[in-house]
């Protein structure tokens, strides 16, 4: 029998427990003649023979001493939690998997949660007597009952300094001073519209219709560009001393055929400010971006340059390509079939009726792959770089990495000299635990472009994963080197720093893992100098 039903029961009400001691009451005044144990037990009866009355505060309020005063009890102590940081990564293009070496992006710390503060009640105010009034009474009372009462208790407390600036006292004061009369409708000034609740809620959707708005449609805020940290304005560098040369596009060609990646890029950026309406200057800009470890520039830039000039093929695969690094997938594949759109030779491929924003992921995953099929067949035996480049693309996003390799090894069959290529294909056998064979992707790729930053920094990453921690770390700061090139574009700019924070994060962690403390110093002074002695790097 569970103790609920042994005592359970409306306040007052005959529970089990009740007509329990009714009915021994009643069966022992049966038994004749009575034993000293009954007797005891009539006794007993007797005095608890009237069930519990319903509970009364305002009776236990009245009868409480007057002079009794509040006991006070200590606060809870404040405390801070920090909850767990977990990181990860989904970089196609950069070398993987080990979540437990690289992660996609540094997460920002949490904030400490902390309590309000807590004034010591000690420390508050001494504590004042306790007069408690019958609410019934109160409400019969006349306004002006009322206001002598307020009046009373203000005169009585305010030789009180600690009391003088208490709400309740403050309240008491309006009270006896006519501010406030209770019991009375307010004024025209003071009433409040009772509205229903339908009345509130269309109320505060008038007054706050644009944050509802975007707070309803969470799925299409999360998967906005906004969201992903994607500026919709291409933010410049300061100070760039190629502003003044209009040879600019032209000398950041030359910088990237030498590897010079940073500088490029500041070329590159001078050549747009100069001529905002080149397509082929943003394409270069957003392209050269991409390789410089700098995803979502790129992104800005690259729709830049499609905006101007929707037919540069190469810019949606290298888009979609950047929008994978950016784990943004949707982009990705929308990238895709506006590649297929834009191509001459693929266009009749895509259907007329089907909207691809207004399909889910997986829907969009299985739409891209379909049509990238046609692609594939309508072609016979004859090989296209640029589909097969875009179904890695692909493969990659639905994370089928043998089927991506394929794709990227079958392009460069005719395509051998792309170092984008042989990168992705790096990356690829990486993500599929195929570390050793990434390393002579890389390879390739930076033999045919040594200045690939993205090429370097995924060949750091590929040597951690093999447990080579000094040779990641001298990786990276080749990587960190070129990048600190283009510090000579900024002659009257000391501060500015061109170099990339993953990189410099990624070069902290391998550090960690060396044990070498001392140097992890360096790196967050980002002292290159001192960096390179420590690692014997000319």
Request: with cysteine; charged share 20%.
């Amino acid at each position: 029998m569970s103790l609920n039903k042994l005592v359970g029961g409306d306040c007052g009400g005959n529970n089990s427990l009740v007509q329990l001691s009714n009915i021994v009451r009643r069966d022992a005044a049966l038994q004749q003649p009575l034993s000293q144990a009954d007797r005891f037990v009539n006794e007993f009866m007797a005095q608890n023979s009237q069930t519990p009355q319903t509970f009364n505060m305002n009776t236990l309020l009245n009868n409480l001493p007057q002079d009794k005063t509040t006991k006070t009890t200590p606060g809870p102590s404040t405390s801070s939690y920090v909850p767990n940081v977990n990181t990860h990564m989904n970089r196609s293009w950069t070398a993987g998997p080990s979540p437990s070496y690289m992660t996609h992006s540094v997460m920002p710390n949490y904030p400490m949660l902390q309590h309000p503060m807590l004034l010591p009640q000690a420390m508050a105010m001494p504590n004042p007597q306790i007069q408690f009034i019958n609410e019934a009474a109160v409400a019969n009372m006349a306004s002006a009952d009322v206001q002598a009462k307020a009046q009373e208790y203000v005169n009585t407390m305010k030789k009180d300094s600690d009391l003088e600036y208490n709400e309740f006292m403050s309240f008491m004061k309006k009270i006896s001073a006519g501010e406030i009369r209770l019991g009375e409708d307010p004024g025209p000034d003071q009433a409040q519209r009772k509205m229903s609740r339908e009345d509130i809620l269309d109320e505060m959707s008038e007054k706050y219709k644009e944050e509802w708005d975007k707070l309803s449609d969470v799925n299409n805020y999360w998967d906005s560009e906004t969201a992903n940290g994607i500026a919709k304005e291409y933010a410049f560098s300061e100070g760039n001393v190629m502003l003044e040369n209009k040879s600019a596009l032209e000398i950041g060609k030359e910088k990237l055929k030498m590897g010079d990646v940073p500088g490029a890029v500041l070329c590159f950026e001078a050549a747009v400010q100069q001529q905002p309406e080149s397509a082929e200057a943003w394409f270069l800009l957003g392209t050269t971006q991409a390789e410089n470890e700098q995803d979502p520039w790129a992104i800005t830039a690259l729709k830049k340059s499609l905006h101007i000039d929707p037919t540069q093929l190469e810019g949606y695969i290298t888009l979609a390509a950047a929008y994978t690094n950016e784990n943004m997938p949707k982009h990705a594949y929308i990238s895709l079939i506006n590649w297929l759109k834009a191509s001459p030779k693929y266009s009749n491929l895509v259907p007329e009726d089907i909207d691809p924003m207004k399909l889910e992921v997986k829907e969009l995953e299985r739409h891209v792959k379909s049509l990238y099929l046609k692609a594939v067949h309508s072609n016979g035996n004859e090989i296209d770089p640029d589909v097969q480049n875009a179904m890695g693309v692909v493969f990659n996003i639905s994370q089928e990495y043998d089927k991506a390799v394929d794709c990227f090894q079958t392009a460069l069959m005719v395509a051998s000299d792309n170092a984008k290529l042989w990168n992705r294909l790096g990356a690829t056998l990486a993500n599929s635990d195929k570390s050793e064979q990434a390393v002579d992707a890389y390879r390739q790729a930076l033999g045919l472009e040594p200045g690939f930053i993205r090429a370097r920094y995924n060949v750091g990453i590929t040597c951690m994963n093999l447990g080579a921690h000094k040779e990641a770390a001298e990786h990276f700061l080749v990587a960190l080197n070129q990048q600190h090139k283009a510090k000579s574009m900024f002659p009257e700019s000391v501060a500015t720093d061109t170099s990339s924070s993953t990189i410099w994060t990624t070069l902290r962690m391998v550090c960690a893992f060396m044990g070498e403390h001392d140097i992890a110093t360096l790196i967050d002074e980002r002292n290159l100098t001192e960096l390179n002695k420590a690692f014997q790097i000319e």
